[in-house]
């Protein structure tokens, strides 16, 4: 398998502009997460899926982010409009089961200028 | 919330020599977990450990956890250059699935 694959690998945008996050989850894994990573404030979770059903989205900053999981291979995170604060590496993240092991991609790192 | 933090916050240790990361936390958990991650890249696990478990190995790894302290170690021995990376200790409660990262123990191994 090759693993949890995110694209793109890097985005530079400008402040105001729509910015979306791609994420392959591992096959037949029923959990899907993202994070964002900062040196400030570490790694967060912003949402994770269930069988593509959103279970928790309490860490998703604000209305400006959005994600969906159209089907059970692939998930979006999307930020419109994005602002110069948004400027992280977000990672998607996959399981089987809840508790268990999860599988992180190379991770996105988004630039808002 | 039970994030964890990691001790110390950076080391840098001779190669050959053994390293030791500690995880405090502050509720429950159910199960705790460490990953690596190189500079730029995913984390990557290595080792999981569930909250009736006292001691797990794996290789050059070697995990504890003290469940009335609410912590935990990870010790790597015999240390080389390619251990070079951050460590993060994760925990999950009871009765959701989300993983809580601790802070990261940046390790550096001179070679």
């Known amino acids: 398998d090759a693993g949890v694959i995110q694209s793109p690998r890097h985005e530079v945008t400008e402040m105001g502009q729509e910015v979306t996050l791609r994420c392959k989850p591992i096959s037949g894994h029923d959990y899907l997460f993202w994070y964002r990573q900062t040196m400030m404030r570490g790694l967060e979770l912003l949402i994770y899926?269930?069988?593509?059903?959103?279970?928790?989205d309490s860490g998703m900053p604000e209305d400006r982010f959005s994600a969906k999981m159209p089907n059970a291979s692939f998930s979006t995170l999307k930020i419109q409009p994005s602002e110069p604060r948004d400027s992280a590496v977000y990672f998607c993240a996959s399981s089987l089961g809840g508790k268990n092991i999860q599988y992180f991609g190379a991770g996105t790192r988004l630039s808002v200028l | 919330s039970q994030q964890g933090e990691e001790d110390p916050q950076a080391l840098s240790i001779q190669e050959g020599e053994n390293a030791t990361m500690n995880c405090s936390y502050k509720t429950s958990i159910n199960n705790l977990q460490w990953y690596r991650q190189n500079s730029g890249r995913g984390l990557v696990h290595l080792i999981l450990?569930?909250?009736?478990?006292r001691e797990k190995h794996s290789g050059r790894l070697r995990v504890t956890l003290d469940t009335s302290k609410k912590s935990s170690s990870l010790l790597i021995t015999a240390s080389r250059a390619a251990d070079t990376a951050s460590y993060f200790c994760a925990t999950d409660g009871f009765g959701n699935e989300k993983l809580t990262f601790g802070t990261g123990t940046r390790l550096t191994i001179i070679p």
């Open positions: 450990i569930r909250s009736n478990e």
């Open positions: 899926f269930n069988n593509n059903v959103p279970i928790d």
